[in-house]
């Protein structure tokens, strides 16, 4: 999750960053607004493209080793990490069960997106409560509403309020203030800074989100003015702008008719730009978008395809029947030499897990597959049973000394099933794991995801 997060944060900020220096005050404002639009699309999107870089800031070296897919059965050459003194550190202020760094950086982080969900909710609700408690006139397409705040005009939705200052206005001021929040609403204006609040829910954490919504809100102020400017002299519009300039207003999440920056919306209007340095701007930014798909997607070595492999091996993986925690009394191993006391050399082999369970400790399938056997066996006088599950053509698993079967012969089971249970623990204190490839009992250690 923080891999995603941080991944579409850096997306969004190299588009936002690219905007700002390049498109920002250029006056095809449909197109701009577009541009935020994307900019949210393509960062959450991205980040499900392959990522090819595992940067870890902790480790010394990297050496290659040899695993089995458990897929095909052949090798596969990946590389292990060999730790350092510090990376040691950081494993052990990792590893606590509960208070760790991963479990610190979860309480931070939704206890930011709590916070900001709080925002979201207490500003709409004041636009709410203001609707209710004052007088209102439906005109159709927009609802007025008379407010009786020192404000002059602003809008949210389908609404436009109107404050104390607005009535000082003389009619001709009155009707260009209405006609500019009327567009407000009729381009669905809050709708936008809506979505940048919910994304901003989701990336508190990043300046460039907050300073990207302040953005859209002085854009959509200059989409305004360029269309009423055109029925109006922009020179008397300008006047009201200015005239208007000192309101203020607590309202976070409406459309001010007063938002500033002011010389920049006056520059805007007086001066626009050209149509072709507008084209030249806007096709400059493909670039930079597949500078960002490239970083994303591509890889760049045998080390990310061989750690990429990994990860896809390791998703198609088995799991342990067993919860991580429960004893493992003997591991697997074949042709191990004992040590004994005379001249003889004792070769054991012991080709099984075998875990010391809980009462009716719940046993699960290692992947998905078919039942083939649920059997009965006579463990020196006490009825114990074992449950055979074929994969594929190459894996089937073996659980031994169960107290109960939860599948039949013939069932299709899914991973991490419950597929049987052990009894009473002063009874059925053993269960025994065994996995096997083409029919020979192989170290399940090897297949079993981390």
Request: contains cysteine.
């Amino acid at each position: 999750m923080f891999v995603y997060l941080i991944e579409a944060s850096i997306a969004f900020s190299i588009i936002y960053s690219f905007y700002k220096y390049v498109f920002f005050q250029t006056t095809h404002f449909e197109w701009n607004r577009a541009y935020f639009y994307f900019a949210v699309f393509i960062s959450l999107v991205l980040p499900y493209l392959p990522f090819p870089f595992r940067v870890d800031f902790f480790a010394k070296a990297y050496s290659p080793e040899y695993l089995l897919n458990p897929l095909t059965g052949d090798n596969l050459v990946i590389y292990k990490q060999t730790t350092g003194i510090f990376s040691q550190f950081v494993y052990s202020i990792t590893s606590g069960k509960y208070m760790n760094l991963k479990n610190i950086a979860y309480i931070i982080y939704f206890s930011g997106v709590l916070r900001y969900s709080y925002l979201f909710l207490k500003n709409h609700r004041a636009i709410y409560r203001l609707v209710k408690k004052s007088e209102r006139k439906n005109k159709g397409k927009w609802i007025h509403v008379k407010i009786k705040e020192d404000e002059t005009a602003f809008s949210w939705f389908k609404y436009i309020f109107t404050g104390v200052n607005f009535e000082k206005l003389n009619e001709h001021e009155q009707k260009k203030v209405l006609e500019h929040e009327k567009v407000h609403v009729f381009e669905r204006h809050s709708f936008d800074i809506l979505i940048y609040e919910l994304y901003e829910i989701i990336f508190w954490f990043n300046p460039y989100v907050r300073k990207a919504k302040k953005t859209l809100k002085d854009l959509h102020e200059y989409i305004v003015d360029a269309k009423v400017s055109v029925s109006a002299s922009k020179y008397h519009y300008a006047d009201l702008l200015i005239k208007l300039s000192v309101n203020k207003s607590n309202t976070k999440v409406a459309n001010l008719f007063s938002r500033n920056p002011l010389k920049d919306r006056i520059r805007l209007l007086a001066f626009p730009e050209g149509e072709q340095l507008k084209k030249f701007r806007f096709i400059s930014g493909v670039p930079v978008i597949i500078f960002i798909l490239i970083i994303y997607s591509f890889i760049i070595s045998s080390y990310n395809i061989s750690t990429n492999s990994l990860q896809f091996i390791r998703e198609q993986s088995f799991v342990s029947p067993v919860n991580y925690n429960t004893e493992l009394i003997s591991g697997f191993f074949e042709n191990k030499e004992l040590k004994s006391t005379n001249k003889y050399k004792i070769i054991a082999a012991h080709l099984e897990l075998t875990y010391a369970t809980e009462s009716y400790q719940k046993i699960k399938s290692c992947k998905k597959g078919k039942v083939v056997d649920v059997s009965e066996k006579d463990d020196w006088g006490l009825k114990t049973i074992q449950i055979t599950i074929e994969h594929n053509e190459i894996f089937s698993s073996k659980y031994k000394g169960l107290w109960k079967s939860k599948v039949k012969k013939g069932e299709l089971v899914h991973k991490n099933q419950i597929i049987g249970l052990m009894g009473d623990k002063r009874l059925y204190e053993l269960f025994s794991f065994q996995l096997l490839r083409n029919g020979k009992p192989i170290d399940p250690n090897l297949y079993i995801g981390k």
